[in-house]
């Protein structure tokens, strides 16, 4: 019964909100144009700590309050102000009854057009939705063309409707040698409304975190391969498909450098400015793919999202972290 109560604490207690402001690295200031994103005493504020790889923040409006999966617990949090945080939903990405590697969990997380939570799911391969008032997901899509996907990464919805997703291999048990494979490709995908799942891009290495710019005509990819780690712009073509793509921007030699983390999650502001968390952080870049400045939590950073006041949600790691910024999301 001891060694039963002692797990259960533990569980428990293996993450703490914090009740006593606490902050964490800097802002990396290399153009003046951040100035009038990010005021020059703003903070990196955490929020919460001890999780073991966060990621997917998605601020639900009507609450207000911010979810976020933690990949290898399964577990999906709530933080809300004054409230801390809270576990929100278990299992949040897989389902099944035996072990699944070490990131079997929900990724990204967004708030669709129907207020409804949209999961990209590691371990059950799939993007699901589910109602928050009730409960209850139901499958978006789970393959292409009969092969399951790899372990759906990150999810945008464009305001037609159509959900844009990446398929990197990183919640499978053994990554791209898993023997379950089933498609040859890390694909970005998109669901039309009429539920039929079309593979747009086939030949990124790693394709990770997407985001639109604010008037959907351009559709960011983020690629986390160490040797070419960049972040793609693809032109949005009336039909919904995507053109071949560019480099917006490179971010290999900062990797080399040493700096912590990859291209990975990224959110867009009204004013097309990318806060792209990759190496050494959050990447500010400018529409015209000008690096601002860096966020720079000095923890490897897994993705952002914005608040509905303007406030930069971090995962990072180990850590929730916010940042007051003068600007607000593009979907705001």
Known sequence: ???????????????????????TGEVIRLDPAIDELIDKDAKIEVLGEGFEWSEGPVWV???????????????IYKWKEGEGISEFLKPSGYTGIMPYGNEPGSNGLIINNLGQLVACEHGDRRVSAMPLD????????DNHNGKRFN???????????DYYFTDPPYGLPQKEKDPTRETGVFGVYRIGKDGKVTL?????TRPNGLAFS????????????????VIKAFNVKADGTLDGGRIFFDGTMMSKQ???????????DKKGNLF????????????SGKLLGRIDTKQATANCAFGEDGTLYITADMYLCRIKTKVKGATW
């Open 61 to 75: 409006k009507k609450g207000g309050y911010l979810l976020f999966s933690d990949v290898p617990k399964n577990t």
């Open 200 to 204: 747009l891009v086939k030949d990124m």
């Open 151 to 161: 372990s759906p990464n990150d999810v945008v919805q464009k305001s037609n409707g």
């Open 276 to 287: 792209a968390t990759g190496p050494g952080g959050v990447l500010v870049i400018s529409p």
């Open 134 to 141: 009730i409960g209850g997901k139901r499958t978006l899509a």
């Open 1 to 23: 019964m001891k060694k039963l109560f002692l797990t259960a604490m533990a569980m428990i207690t293996s993450y703490v909100g914090i009740s006593q402001q606490k902050n």
């Open 214 to 229: 604010p008037d959907e005509k351009i559709l960011y990819v983020a690629q986390s391969d160490p040797a070419q780690a």
């Open 258 to 268: 040493g700096l912590r983390g990859l291209p990975d999650g990224l959110k867009v």
